[in-house]
């Protein structure tokens, strides 16, 4: 209700990982308490350098993050750890993320005697408790990684994560290596947990389909910039940017009828080929000279929308509706 009280923020500027590769171009968030904010791209558009800055795991080059107001300690620094014990990251692939010589349970309460948090008898029971509250068992928990299935050792991976009663999640790409059927589960679980725990979630996915499912906003990147950011539904139910067009035609919302399919053209993007302009350019099939010279800016149109197309100066985009009915 008042998410001013707490809120997430991140300035960042160009990240230089290797010569002049822009990974993230200036990107401005801010993630509300409670929410579950979905970044949404192709892959190169830079969602997880975002993420891994936002979590501190890689500094900006210019730019700052914060957390609850206060700036991001330097990264390593002893406050810092104190900090990331709050911030928690989940990947895509679950055994890359877990050790195949420990059980599942070893691996849960190992943060609990990294920290020396409790007793032996109390790690045992919160393990046992986390375990549970993500859906797996006491001797579930006695198994080794690889005699799980990618879904249980997902929920492993989340139950750790767990561990230290963290605010924030970072999950990236948490349910793309796992089947469809398995996706839904998981997805259900983080969406209970996140109710449950009061958690704030930054949830990266190239996916719309399941980013629509527990996103309350959405940030859609393309290239390192933020072209089009709002409320999940609306977002969805009349996408503004060319390119949030196109992706959302090809992910049409479940039971819903695809309305005409916007097919991308063009390269893949590639941030070690950057276009001039729009980056967007070489593949908008509405691109006008201005986009060819000029870098449009993320404009707020509406209280809950913002959109980064010259479209929008020019108030000459189409509306949604229009453009699905034609
Ligand atoms: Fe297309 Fe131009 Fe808008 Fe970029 S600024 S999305 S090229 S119309
Ligand atoms: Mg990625």
Redesign the pocket.
């Known amino acids: 209700v008042d998410a001013i009280v707490r809120s997430y923020r991140m300035r960042t500027g160009m990240f230089g990982r290797v010569t002049d590769l822009r990974a993230v171009d200036g990107v401005s968030l801010d993630i509300r308490r409670g929410e579950t904010l979905g970044l949404v791209g192709e892959s190169g558009s830079g969602k997880s350098t975002t993420g891994r800055m936002v979590l501190g795991l890689e500094a900006p080059d210019s730019g700052s993050v914060a957390f609850d107001q206060a700036a991001m300690p330097t990264t390593g620094s002893p406050a810092w750890r104190s900090q990331r014990a709050r911030m928690q990251m989940i990947f895509q692939d679950p055994l890359g993320a877990l050790d195949r010589r420990w059980t599942i349970a070893r691996q849960v309460r190992e943060p609990f005697d990294i920290h020396a948090i409790g007793d032996d008898a109390s790690r045992a029971a919160r393990t046992d408790e986390l375990l549970l509250s993500v859906g797996l068992s006491h001797d579930q928990g006695l198994r080794y990684p690889h005699e799980l299935s990618g879904g249980q050792r997902q929920r492993a991976v989340i139950a750790r994560a767990l561990a230290t009663r963290p605010d924030f999640l970072v999950c990236d790409e948490p349910v793309s290596a796992l089947d469809v059927s398995i996706q839904a589960q998981v997805i259900n679980l983080l969406i209970d947990l996140q109710a449950e725990l009061g958690l704030t979630m930054l949830f990266i996915s190239h996916d719309l389909r399941v980013v629509r499912q527990i996103s309350r906003r959405v940030a859609v990147m393309y290239l390192g910039r933020i072209?089009e950011l709002g409320d999940a539904d609306h977002l969805f139910a009349a996408p503004q940017?060319?390119?949030t067009r196109a992706l959302v035609s090809a992910s049409p919302a479940p039971g819903r009828r695809s309305t005409e399919r916007i097919v991308l053209t063009g390269d893949p993007p590639n941030p070690a080929a950057r276009p001039a302009g729009?980056a967007?350019?070489p593949r908008?099939s509405?691109?006008?000279a201005?986009?060819r010279v000029e870098s449009?800016t993320l404009v707020e149109i509406t209280p809950d929308r913002s959109v980064a197309?010259?479209?929008i100066d020019a108030g000459t985009v189409p509306a949604a509706a229009s453009e699905a009915a034609a």
Do not use: E, N
């Open positions: 072209v940017h060319p390119y729009c967007f350019h908008c509405h691109a006008f201005r986009c449009p197309c010259h479209l």
